[in-house]
């Protein structure tokens, strides 16, 4: 009985899941019968075939007292396609009936009434919204008055935007979410912020003053959280202000950070900043800010209440500065060039306002952990140093920066290479004590922590070496000059001639690549290969563009598919080259990428049809997935 019973279930159930899945692979719609198509209502259904193939029927219900012409008529009516394109010739299912002879040319008439199907294929995307127009010429039984009901269209393909959907919402993601790299990032400089010489040895002087100086425990724990929170609040609120610029009309996360991450000035000018700065942790001079500045704010630590616990947090926040100032810097830099993300610089200043705090809370609250803390020494300047040299290979950055978007030729590939691993190895032997400067104390024995610290150092150097010959270096891909900057390889030296495409003798594409970085010259070379375009929005800045080169481009599943099946056409959003009426070709890319395909965020993928009109997939953004890269690739491949 129970195998009876779940055998009727089954038949009685199949009908209805064959209807359900008959009406998922359909899409209807229906059209006219209104001001600009009277006399036709049009029912158009779209299936899918399958290789991208669908079919669209356009059932059009003429009403009484008019006819329609067949395909075979000069009155036949004209379907387009805006989005799609057509396969193969239209057809018919019904039989036109004999009406007459034509005046014009002495052949029996055919015209249908009430009813004339008419059948398009078009190859198209599931999930997508195919846009078009019927131009139908509909006469009267009696007269053969005849007028045009022109009626739009648009119809939605069945089955799920698999590829596309995926695409855009990478490429939202791209724009808004979190970069949690950044956000570890800053919270690692927090803490090391903490073990400068500026500000260690106040984080016993200021706990214990809460603790001693309260009526009560908890009133001293309760003003060492105030402590920490206006502590949080002095480095956030500065950025949260401008950011909140752009509520009343005013694009600084735009305009200003875009400024800041890609113009060659800016750039220039953080990376002598980091340079300076390093110097003063090498010893070379102190960096303070006004004793006046500094006075003042102490003065107001004095008052009692939440006034003078604020003030206390300026002074650390002020008192901080030369040691804080340069990591600070870096923050809100990292922060802003990375993503287009409205909140991230006010969420990663506060990681690392909230590492910077957090200590004076934590051990106000449990005060016998101050027992624990290492007493101030030596050691303390040897932190400062160790920031010195990461100072001077962050500063470096900058400087590429402005050289890549100017073209100055300053930092080829090797060069900036050849300064890392001179950096790194002097790091190395510092941490060894085989080298010194005039504040550090003479080294007498390695401890395992420096002696760790040193493996990890030289490991990194010993990494770097090879990429003097053109190896990928792919951990490191997105902080170096790009392969194109390189001029020897170990297979030979990397061909960077002009190639008489426009742009292409200052701009190049990574791994040999043949390619245009204009969009017209791409069209009308895929055009003439009858080839998709692969359109590539990137920036010279763009850390996560040249990590999708080097690790997801180089791949030996995708590299002869961008060599042979498409035609890549780069646009650089950040190159100060000026061009046409004296406009930055980056902004004319930038604008030309938002306008056209909503992309604001590097990188952006886009595939398109050998016109340029057509999307056959994306936009795209950074996903070092290689298989979800290919099959992205293979989308406009089958949709050719």
Known sequence: ???????????????????????????????????????????????????????????????????????????????????????????????????????????????????????????AEAGQEVVGYINATICTNETNQCTANIVDFTIQMPGEAVVEAAAETE??????????????????????????????PMVPMTVSFFVKGSQSVAQGRMRALMYGFFIVALYVLPIAIIMSLTIFGIDVSGDIFNFIGTHWIPNLIFFLIFMVFAASF????????????????????????????????????LVSFSCTGPIVGNVIIEATSGSTNFWMPIITMAAFAIAFALPFTLLAWFPSLLKNLPKSGGWLNSVKVVLGFI?????????????????????D????????????????FYLLGKLRFAHDDEVKHVSVFRLTLAIAVFSFVVYMIPGLWGAPLNAISGYIPPMTTQDYQINGRVDNANTGRKYADFLHLPHQLEGHFDFEEAVEDAKKQNKPIFVDVTGHACNNCREMETM?????????????????????????????????????????????????????????????????????????????????????????
């Open 413 to 428: 590939r090797e060069t900036y290479l050849a300064i890392w691993i001179v950096t790194f190895s002097l790091l190395g």
């Open 391 to 411: 100072e001077i290979a962050l500063g470096l950055k900058f400087l590429m920066t402005a050289d890549q978007t100017m073209h100055w030729g300053l930092l």
């Open 171 to 200: 490429q939202e993601d791209a724009s808004s979410a979190l970069d949690w790299g950044s956000i570890i990032t800053a919270i690692l400089w927090g803490f090391a912020a903490l073990m400068t010489p500026c500000v260690f």
């Open 282 to 317: 090498f010893g070379a001079f102190e960096i303070t800010l006004p004793s006046s500045l500094v006075n003042k704010s102490d003065e107001g630590a004095d008052r009692g209440g939440l006034i003078g616990i604020f003030f206390m947090a300026l002074t650390l926040v």
């Open 552 to 640: 997801v481009w180089s791949h030996s599943s995708v590299l002869p598919m961008l060599q042979n099946d498409f035609v890549i056409c780069a646009l650089y959003v950040d190159d100060n080259t000026k061009v046409e009426d004296g406009k930055r070709l980056g902004s004319l890319n930038s604008k030309f990428a938002q306008d056209r395909w909503g992309v604001n965020a590097q990188p952006g993928y886009i595939l398109l049809s050998p016109d340029g009109e057509t999307v056959l997939a994306g936009p795209r953004g950074y996903n070092t997935d290689i298989e979800e890269f290919v099959k992205f690739l293979e989308t406009a491949k089958n949709a050719m």
């Open 1 to 123: 009985m129970k195998k009876l019973f779940i055998m009727l279930t089954l038949a009685l159930a199949m009908p209805f899941a064959a209807m359900a899945e008959e009406a998922e692979s359909k899409t209807t719609i229906k059209v006219g019968n209104d001001a600009d198509s009277p006399n036709v209502e049009w029912t158009i259904t779209a299936e899918e075939e399958g290789d991208g193939i669908f079919v669209v029927t356009f059932d059009g219900a003429i009403k009484e007292g008019f006819h329609g012409y067949p395909l075979t008529d000069f009155s036949a009516p004209i379907i387009e396609f805006e989005n799609a394109t057509v396969a193969g010739e239209m057809f018919e299912t019904l039989t036109p009936e004999e009406h007459g002879i034509d005046e014009l040319t002495g052949e029996p008439s055919f015209i249908y009434y009430n009813q004339a199907i008419y059948i398009q294929k078009i190859k």
